[in-house]
Each structure stands twice: as structure tokens, then as C-alpha cells.
């Protein structure tokens, strides 16, 4: 069966010093140095996770890659590190980048962090909430369930792996989608850790997903950093 594993990017510029959404585009945030030492070592880890399980191996045949710079840096580099492992084997190299895996968008312009704005969005929901001139989750959702409606039609009930590099509330919105999960569920879910990820099987035959770790036992890929 087709395993398919969503990572979040490492850590960001803006993970590391808020003051940087009035400096730079959010799509245009790059990877920290811890950033990158994570995205090394995250995917050594998973690895030595899917050795303990009934699936020793990993066989990549596409990558989708958010076009957001910290994602495509993750990916760049968690990959060149899978290719050393014998555990690992790409049947190709397709790498596909799809600005439907972009994280929300929370403004069209350089904006500073507003911790009331945050606190506002909490209280009334953060799933609904739409920040001015940004989405909300809901936007989010459509565009996650695009993607995964046109995913499901390349996937075959195989050994064939898909990776996906995203985004935190990327992630949380997608595995409302693959897990079917509810809203409810969702407002109680956080972001997963800086490459956090969860793990899903594609069983062809009632075309739906299998959820191994989600948003409420997600590998912390990290935690041993």
C-alpha cells in the first residue's frame, strides 16, 4: 500500500524572530541554521521509525513540495540525506512543486505579527477566522481538497511512497481531509513541531486513507535533536 508522509519545513526565519514579517514576504522565508541541522536529521529519524514498523523501507516515486522557500529548502535537503540511507529508494525523482500546498495566507503585504490579532482569531475560531487581506482555513481547505481529489487519481494500492513538504496549518487542513476529521477536531489540534509529520496509507480499493500519526500522535522527527 502507498504510504504518504507529510512534512513540515524546518525551522524558519520567522519561527525564530517574528519582527521578520515586516522585513520579508512570507513566501520568500528561508531556512535558520537550526533549520537546516533539523531537516538533516529528521530524515535519519525517519528511517529509524519506519525500521521499528511493518514497513522497513521507503519507496519514493513523487514529491510535492509547497513553492514557499523554507519548504523547497526542507525538502532539498531531507532528501539528499533519505538518498544515503539503504532503506530508502527513489523509483524516480519527480518533484512536483504546487502553490495549492502553500501555507495560509495571513497578508498580501509585509505585515508585523499582532499577538491581539493571533488572540482574536483563538477566541473566535481558527478554522473561520479570516485575517484582513488573507484566507481563512476554510480557503485553505479548498485548495487541500483539490490537491488531494487530483493525488488520489496517481496513487495505486502499491509500495509506492508519496512525500509532501508543507506548511503547519497546511498540514492541520489536509489531515482533515485524509483522516476525515471534523472541524471540532481541528480547533483543538497545534501545529505540528518543525518537521513534524504524519503518516497515512492509500487503500485503493475503498479509495481512502489510513491514518497512522496525525495531528494528535504526529512523529517529532526532531525530538532527539
Known sequence: MSKVILIRHGQSEANADKGMYKLKADYAMELTEKGKEQSKFAAKMLIEYLEGQYYPCLFVNNIYVSPFKRADQTMKIFCKELKKSKQCFFNSENIIQDVRLREQEWSGNFKEYNKKEEAERRK?????????????????????????????????????????????MTMRVLAMILGKHTVDEFETWDNPWNLGAYVYEFRELINEFTEHNGPTNYLKLTEKL
Not at 481558527?126 to 476554510?138: K, L, M, N
Request: charged share 25%.
Open 124 to 168: 473566535y475560531s481558527v478554522f473561520y477566522y479570516r485575517y484582513e487581506g488573507g484566507e481563512s482555513c476554510t480557503a485553505v481547505y479548498d485548495r487541500c481538497a483539490s490537491f488531494v481529489s487530483d493525488l488520489k487519481l496517481t496513487l495505486k494500492d502499491d509500495n509506492h511512497d508519496i512525500l509532501i513538504f508543507c506548511h503547519g
